[in-house]
């Protein structure tokens, strides 16, 4: 089987570490996002190991998405990974103090845009059959209810059962397809999810060891070369200094 990864949000954080690791296999690579000049830098640093197709891709967008994968070079099409990771999470505010436009982009994004993507390339995933897979990037916040977390949970909740769906309608086409689910890593998450606030990112991530990028893109590697007849439904990554919290009570 031909090997070829589909990243979506390989700027950054998570899906620029699929990249390195998928390239250090050998695998072809289609990577997206919307930043192109960190597109181009990570063709440039991969593109004599691997070859690199890039394109800008906004996943909110169903049109651009499916104009990106109908445009496809033909040594590139056969998509045999498809690693939704573009996501975002914004306002850590108490819900009854965030905007509605910050509700809708996360729904625009981490619900219609995987849904998008997804869409679109499913019939090629099919056509690849077995050894194929879907790889949908959740999170704990999907289980964990806290203190801002609305609509970024309920996104990700989403983004599980749609994984647990799929894997129903995909039975005898061979396709796999997994929620993994990370807890604490430090990537432009929290930059994103604040505004850019580089204190609120330190200390997050400082005096504790978050996962890192890496971290993760390995365990989405491990998922994506499994024996073809293997399929993990869900994996739940956290670093070994998180847990959960107690019950929140409001008392007299
Ligand atoms: N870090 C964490 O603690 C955790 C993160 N996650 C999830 O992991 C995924 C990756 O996040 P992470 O690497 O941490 O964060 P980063 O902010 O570092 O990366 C997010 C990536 O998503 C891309 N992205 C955002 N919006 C869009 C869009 N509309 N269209 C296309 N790409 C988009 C960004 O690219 P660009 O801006 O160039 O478009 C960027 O490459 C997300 O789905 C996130 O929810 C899950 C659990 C834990
Ligand atoms: O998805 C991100 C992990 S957390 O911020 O909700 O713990």
């Known amino acids: 089987m031909n090997r070829i990864a589909f990243i979506t949000g390989a700027t950054s954080g998570f899906g620029r570490a699929c990249a390195h690791r998928f390239a250090e296999a050998g695998w072809s690579l289609v990577l997206t996002g919307r930043r192109e000049e960190r597109l181009n830098e990570l063709r440039e640093a991969l593109q004599d190991r691997v070859p690199v197709h890039t394109a800008v891709l906004d996943v909110r967008d169903a049109d651009e998405v499916k104009a990106v994968i109908d445009a496809l070079p033909e040594a590139f099409a056969a998509v045999t990974c498809l690693v939704n990771n573009a996501g975002l999470a914004l306002a ?13 982009t996360m729904i625009d994004t981490n619900v219609s845009g995987l849904v998008n993507v997804t869409h679109a390339l499913l019939p090629t995933l099919i056509d690849q059959g077995a050894g194929s897979s879907i790889i949908n990037v959740g999170s704990v916040a999907a289980d964990a209810p806290y203190p801002g977390n ?18 129903c309608d995909l039975l005898g086409t061979g396709v796999r397809v997994t929620d993994i689910a990370p807890g604490l890593a430090e990537t432009e998450f929290t930059l994103v999810r604040t ?3 580089r204190g609120a990112h330190d200390t997050l991530y400082g005096d504790t060891t978050p996962l890192g990028a890496e971290d993760v893109a390995e365990q989405i590697f491990h998922v994506a070369t499994l024996p073809a007849h293997v ?14 919290g107690p019950f929140a ?3 007299d």
Do not use: C
């Not at 819900?95 to 910050?102: C, G, K, N, P, T």
């Not at 399929?231 to 959960?244: F, G, S, T, Y």
């Open 92 to 104: 850590p505010q108490p819900a009854q103090r965030v905007s509605l436009d910050d509700w809708h």
């Open 231 to 244: 399929n993990i439904n869900r994996l739940e990554v956290m670093p070994v200094r998180q847990a959960w």
């Open 249 to 251: 009570i409001d008392r």
């Open 150 to 167: 609305h609509v970024y949970g309920a996104t990700k909740a989403f983004v599980r059962q749609f994984s647990y769906n799929l894997r």
């Open 195 to 197: 505004g850019g606030d």
